[in-house]
């Protein structure tokens, strides 16, 4: 079996975690977190609606932040797309959407302030790098022959709406559905740095310990996302789309001269605003990155490669759940439902609730990267899964579990887990900002001390050590020639 | 200008020569079949001539090159895109002016599905799919048509009314068939293709079938 | 009712483009969140009403996450008044120049630094931190928010020159709860063993009796320093009319409201200079939080 180059990769890859773990701070710090759980539990079970009378306007926030952004986002993407084949432009892409929204939304608070469009923003710029990269990929695999068929003096723009747009099609518009999805999310959290969404009101409830409050919330959430077949409509999608910009609410006005100084003060390093000059770089430099990128790269990666192999386990555990080969149709609806919940669930407000629950340490974050992760993964492979057919004399239980399905699926179980990575990481790297010290609470403690421009070089950091992982992440899938359709 | 005349046409595929070198002239009003066993190089010569005309010719190719995703009238429509500018096409793909529906009808009639007009193409049947590559290349109108295997997939009254119609609308034109008795029926001149090279070349009524079949 | 609702949300934001116009002429200000949301908002609407009817202007609260958004949003001018703390107070009065201390409470001008800790550490309360450095040393710590002078700044100085150690080499875990009620609440949990915080919110929540005291007690307390005030922009007087600056000033030193003073609370707010934090800003420099 070792002899299997996936299996071999597997295995390093467990190695690694496991040395990881024995470096990563992982405790249960709150002296009693089963009851603080329970308690959880019980608000979630007995939702407060009406605590609240700005929730049903956060929610409202919260989808049209969604929309706008993504609209935006799959606009420019499709332009982008267009002239992907560019490396500046390859490099923007991979640049942009190696920013998390939630730095992007720090970014942008530090000059727009509390205006709508930080929020849209925050949303549309890393998403546009996205769809760019997807949609060229989508087109690129449109088949070439009818362009080659048309009259040699076709203007451009028809070729293109004729031969390639009608043949990508359904796949552009799933992908941008499913985006739109991520979307919710996004917009979903960008509450917890202030802007007017659900995670504005989820922050506080919590941390009050208002669990039935926040329990509404959640329970909203899903049903907003449970419930985006039946009102995100083709035909209704204009009418949200133009309707959305509406419902953004007012904020805050722009002052503009506020980001001419953003750009030319606060986030040029300090050593050059004041009379140091070039030569109090290498210091400053050097001082930042010994205290703060050092350690937060270190703690970056080693949760990651944890939360990575966590979430492969969490999703081999949880594919049975909605495969049809295993149980009925009761233990299948509750397997959806599970794993719904989880998917649905951004692994940031899954961490949030943990940290809340169990105190401060990286276990939080493993467990919520893994169980949201583990989720989508979990889903794909399991409907893969279904998709199989089995000799009628196949074996049963756990012999149908190891030696039919998970051999068929590993391959795309692999695909999927390795195009994670990237995203794992993002993730990773954001939830410093809870208090686990990756990268994101060093980018956080930077603007808490209004150090934009350390906080900016964190930032690039973080980047390029995200592209640095997809790059990694695609030359293994390459290796091991596996192919994937891409998730968010 | 409907016929061409091309020399020195190779074509390699992975090092090897599969193709000429050859010369091939035809003039207008001649309607030339290209014979010989599958593998001969008929499909590569076809695309070849298409490459060194310009693309200006209509082309029905093996494959047919139609949009899937795009009804009969869009993907017959596409012959003349180079007709119209941008906006007009653009307008077309959405709603369709009302004299294009009617040329695109009428030639459906011809061929016998005006009634699938507004059918997605990846929904017919592969005869069907062959006449809205031949609609296409009809709407097309260059004067020159390449046509690789036109009637495979049609029946054989369909086949007779589809050549008879090809051979009427084109002043000149190149196929690639098969069919021995359909190229003898509807060409002026049969060509045979042998391992890239020409084995044969001669006016249609000077062969009879037998003459050809030396070639498969 | 959901029916009125939706309406009630079009009409808002269809006009949110004439409201934003509008809100140009608004007296906008906020407040640093350095304890539970409910209770800002219902404090801060309190003054906001107070405000508005003293000065004959619009005034709106804006509530914010963090310190470092209430001190940007000042900066930016989207707010031109607003309730620091010390720290936060000395960085944005920085960042704008002209902006004024105009008042602060009457127990800002000697503040102090609870350190409370778990009973279960036993931990025993005591007169100097360094005689407590065996039973400290090892433990979970947590701050307030990263940006708090009673939950962070001073704390840490003290932490520093008393036991000569950064907080994280000396503790074995320190992290930044957030706010005030938080550290609170952690260290009454047991999340963290020990914490530091506002003596005020600790009072207060003490006489409201929301205190578990055999799980939580005060173990030392630091010496006084001058923390909050209230801190405007230079610019008032060009946007809202001359002598704004000095209304404002008037209205907050007038506040008599029983109700509003207990919810900061604060028995009155009492004039208050730039000068008065010069303190504030010198142990600042010294761990590095300002430049």
Known sequence: MFQSPTVRTSFIFLAIALVGL?????????????????????????????????????????????????????????????????????????????????????????????????GVLAIAIPYAGIFAKVYSEILEEADPEPGRLLPPRTGVISAFLYTKIPDCWVQLRTYTAYRLECGLRSSAILGFVGLPTLGFYLESAFSQGHYSDAGAMLILFYVLIATMPLWVKPKLLPAYILGAPFFLGEGLPIVWSNVGRFFTQDIVPSPLRGEEGWAGMGAWLGDMFINQAMPGIWNTVILTQVALVATGIIALLAFPLISTHFGGPVRRTSGHVFLVIMRSTPEYILAYILLQLW???????????????????????????????????????????????????????????????????????????????????????????????????????????????DVLGRFIRRKLALQTMPTC | MAGFDLSGLTASFGGERVIGPLSLKVKAGEQVALVGKSGAGKSTLMRLIHQHVNRNSSLVPQELGLVNALPVFHNV????????????????????????????????????????????????????????????????????LLADEPISALDGPMAHQVMQLLKDRFSASVFALHDVDMALAYCSRIVGIQDGQIALDEPAERLVASDIMSLY | MALNLIRKLMVSSLFCFGAATASAETFVFTAIPDEDETKLVERFRGVADYLSNELNVDVRYIPVKSYAAAVSAFRNNQVQLAWFGGLSGVQARRLVPGSEAIAQGVEDQAFETYFIANTNTGIEPADELSSLEEGL????????????????????????????????????????????????????????????????????????????????????????????????????????????KQRVTEALLNLDDQALLESFPRSGFIPASNDDYEPISKTAEEIGILD
């Not at chain 2, 007009?117 to 809205?132: D, E, M």
């Not at chain 3, 909050?228 to 704004?244: A, S």
């Open chain 3, 137 to 244: 040393q090892g433990k979970t710590f947590t701050f307030g928010s990263k940006g708090s002078t009673s939950g962070r700044l001073m704390p840490e100085f003290y932490i520093r020159e008393t036991f000569g150690e950064q907080p994280d080499e000396f503790f074995s875990r320190v992290g930044f709860s957030g706010n005030h009620t938080r550290t609170l609440r952690l260290v009454e949990a047991g999340t963290y063993e020990v914490g530091a915080l506002n003596f005020q919110v600790w009072e207060k929540e003490l006489a409201d009796g929301n205190i578990d005291t055999d799980a939580v007690q005060v173990i030392w307390r630091t010496p006084a320093y001058p923390d909050y005030q209230w801190t405007i922009r230079g610019d008032v007087n060009e946007r809202f009319g001359e002598g704004f």
């Open chain 2, 77 to 144: 429509f596409m012959g003349q895109l180079d007709q119209h500018g941008n906006w007009y096409n653009t307008v077309t793909l959405m709603r369709p002016f009302s004299r294009d529906k009617d040329k695109v009808r009428e030639l459906l009639k011809a061929l016998g599905m005006a009634e699938k007009l507004w059918i997605p193409t990846a929904s017919l049947s592969g005869g069907q799919r062959q006449r809205v590559a031949i609609a296409r290349a009809l709407y097309r109108s260059a004067p020159l």
């Open chain 1, 22 to 118: 024995l470096f990563a701070d992982i405790a249960i710090t709150a002296s009693n977190p089963w009851r603080d759980l329970g308690n959880f539990f019980f608000g979630v079970v007995t939702p407060n609606f009406f605590s609240n009378e700005g929730l049903m306007t956060a929610l409202l926030r919260t989808v049209s932040f969604a929309f706008v952004g993504v609209a935006l986002g799959s606009i420019s993407g499709f332009l982008l797309a267009l002239v992907y084949r560019w490396l500046p432009v390859r490099i923007l892409c991979a640049f942009v959407r190696a920013i998390h929204e939630l730095f992007w939304a720090l970014i942008f608070l530090q000059f727009f302030g509390f205006h709508p469009l930080t």
């Open chain 1, 359 to 469: 105190g401060p340490s990286m276990l939080p974050a493993v467990v919520a990267l893994a169980l949201h992760n583990g989720g989508i993964i979990g889903h794909l492979i399991g409907r893969q899964s279904s998709t199989i057919r089995l000799r009628p004399d196949a074996p049963n239980g756990l012999n149908r579990y190891t030696y039919e399905l998970v051999p068929r699926v590993y391959r795309s179980f692999l695909a999927f887990l390795f195009y994670r990575w990237e995203i794992i990481m993002r993730e990773t790297a954001i939830l410093g900002i809870l208090g686990i010290y990756t990268l994101g609470f060093y980018v956080d403690s930077a603007i808490q001390n209004i150090q934009f421009d350390r906080a900016m070089v964190l930032i690039l950091i973080t980047a390029s050590l995200n592209i640095g992982v």
